[in-house]
């Protein structure tokens, strides 16, 4: 394992007992130190199969994982101490309150800056006082992220961690994640979410039904990923016009409606917009099977 690799899989599969197909299949790649990797994929594509893996509640059938160059399997308690981890199906202790799971989680191990606890607590605007049991989804899953970031691991481990997420607690997620990147944390983030991914990550990897099919930087990603954008004038729509750009489809049209959709260079959308009075301008996300289907037309898989 080269020194600059944090995170680390080789031929990594899992079939689980009684089932003829694997989970997960001959999956291979390298996460370097300080880098954010989105491991996108629709729900059932095998993220959290991987994820325990990487945390050794499961064994793998083939194959081995590393996290900073430990063996996953034979060293899991030393990795254990040096990982942040959030389960994507938060389980903690109903009848504690959020406060006394947090000491709990630092009696267990003891954070470096016991002052960061409270800054995590305050960037999340999370009540300590009330029993989990009692906490919303969204109260729940910022206790789960406090406590997975509380001791500043040098590894952190996500399973889809914006769920349950108002909007404003999705920023400061973003945030939190900008600032371990700096310290020089490495993050694996699993998601299903096109548009946080890109906001996040540095590169990313797709996986659909156990195999990984593609990794980009976020930077090629985003030239590839399908913009959609609807866009009402104030007076007739220039179709032809827009028509002209390469790499454009009109996907509906009204005389001064256009719904059009887009990869790479927005650049002559723009132009031509900026000489016309433009009413409304709303982008919409693609959708991630299209993206998916998208890769395996451009490999061949």
Request: proline share 2%; hydrophobic share 30%.
């Given at each position: 394992m080269a020194r600059d690799v944090a995170i680390s899989a080789y031929n990594l599969?899992?079939?689980?007992?009684g089932t003829k197909k694997y989970a997960l299949r001959g999956l291979d790649f390298d996460i370097k130190l300080g880098e954010v990797y989105g491991f996108l994929g629709p729900n059932g594509a095998g993220k959290t199969t991987t994820i325990r893996l990487l945390m050794n509640f499961i064994l793998p059938t083939l194959g081995e994982a590393k996290i900073m160059d430990l063996d996953t399997v034979v060293d899991?308690?030393?990795?254990?101490?040096?990982?942040?981890?959030l389960s994507g199906e938060i389980a903690l202790y109903p009848k504690m309150t959020g406060r006394q799971f947090l000491e709990y989680m630092s009696d267990l191990q003891p954070?470096?800056?016991a002052s960061y606890m409270r800054e995590l607590i305050r960037l999340f605007n999370f009540e300590q006082n009330q029993k989990i049991g009692n906490l919303s989804k969204g109260n729940r899953q910022k206790l789960g992220i406090i406590q997975a970031f509380m001791h500043e691991p040098d590894v952190l481990i996500l399973d889809e961690p914006t769920g349950g997420l108002d909007p404003l607690m999705q920023e400061a997620f973003f945030e939190l994640v900008r600032q371990n990147k700096t310290r020089g944390a490495t993050l694996f983030i699993s998601s299903h979410n096109l548009t946080e991914v890109q906001k996040m990550c540095d590169r990313v990897g797709f996986i659909r039904e156990g195999k990984l099919i593609a990794e980009q930087t976020i930077g090629d990603f985003s030239k590839e990923t399908t913009q959609t954008y609807d866009i009402s004038f104030a007076k007739e729509a220039p179709l032809a016009e827009?028509?002209?750009?390469?790499k454009v489809k009109v996907a509906v049209h009204t005389p001064r409606y256009v719904s059009v959709q887009m990869r790479g260079d927005l650049t002559p959308l723009f132009?031509?917009?900026?000489?016309?009075?433009?009413?409304?301008?709303?982008?919409?996300?693609?959708?991630?099977?299209e993206e998916f289907l998208h890769f395996y037309r451009r490999s061949g898989k």
């Open positions: 599969s899992k079939k689980y007992q899991s308690v030393e990795i254990k101490s040096k990982v942040g981890y954070p470096k800056r827009i028509r002209r750009i390469a132009t031509i917009l900026a000489k016309h009075k433009v009413n409304s301008l709303d982008r919409r996300e693609s959708s991630l099977e």
